[in-house]
């Protein structure tokens, strides 16, 4: 079974802080795929980064950056200085090695970040 | 550049009267989904076209029916409407090849509104 799990449902900050969303997966690929994207209030979802199972390497862009740690099966997101702009949901996601059409969505982080 | 548009970006219809929602895409992507998206909740993908094949998920209701008549436009048609079909409609693509380089790129979607 595929599933992914966002326990925070809502994170509240202030600007310049730094926040971490976590991610936990399931699946018994041994190939598959991770993903984020953000949501802001006009509703498009925006990617942001793809992570395959076997390049555990943690990355870095800009502000943003993944941790990525096959052992407890996460795939956790953080943003360091946190802006107003980045106030939206967060969605991560998961998709097997073998249905490369089906996504499985965790249920999403909504981001509040206050000047 | 918009790479996917959804048309229109809100849309009211009243209950039982047949609607279309259009999604189009210059990205010459081989695969189409069609997501609904309820409050605070993650996006279900209803089904999606792998070039001409239409895959639907097992639980999408017989009421959501989709068209593909060429690579670049995807309609989303929901036959009745009811009050429970309100929701935001996501077009999604991805480029249908090789599975390491799969990625949804999502357009801005259409929220529906059923009176």
């Known amino acids: 079974a595929q599933k992914v799990t966002q326990a925070q449902t809502e994170i509240s900050v202030v600007e310049k802080e730094d926040v971490t969303l976590d991610c936990v997966y399931e699946?018994?690929?041994?190939?598959?795929?991770l993903f984020w994207y953000k949501q802001p209030p006009s509703g498009e979802l925006v990617f942001l980064i793809r992570r395959n199972s076997f390049d555990e390497q943690n990355e870095i862009s800009g502000r943003y950056s993944w941790n990525f740690q096959k052992s407890t099966s996460s795939f956790n997101f953080t943003i360091t200085a946190s802006q107003v702009v980045d106030s939206a949901v967060y969605f991560c996601?998961?998709?097997?090695?073998?249905?490369?059409?089906?996504?499985?969505f965790g249920s999403g982080t909504k981001l509040n970040v206050k000047p | 550049d918009a790479m996917v548009i959804q048309n229109p970006r809100y849309q009211v219809t009243q209950f039982g009267k047949p609607v279309t929602l259009s999604c189009s895409q210059t990205l010459n992507h081989n695969v189409m989904y069609w997501y609904q998206q309820k409050s605070s909740q993650a996006p279900k993908l209803l089904f999606h076209?792998?070039?001409?094949?239409?895959?639907n998920e097992a639980d999408t209701p017989d009421n959501f029916q989709s068209r593909r008549p060429n690579t670049s436009f995807c309609f989303l048609d929901i036959r009745s409407p009811g009050l429970g079909d309100a929701a935001m409609y996501l077009c999604?693509?991805?480029?249908?090849?090789?599975?390491?380089?799969?990625?949804?790129?999502f357009g801005p979607g259409t929220r529906l509104l059923v009176l």
């Open positions: 996601a998961l998709m097997g090695g073998y249905n490369f059409n089906k996504f499985y």
């Open positions: 076209y792998y070039d001409k094949d239409f895959n």
């Open positions: 999604a693509t991805s480029r249908g090849g090789t599975v390491s380089q799969e990625t949804q790129y």
């Open positions: 699946t018994r690929d041994t190939t598959y795929y």
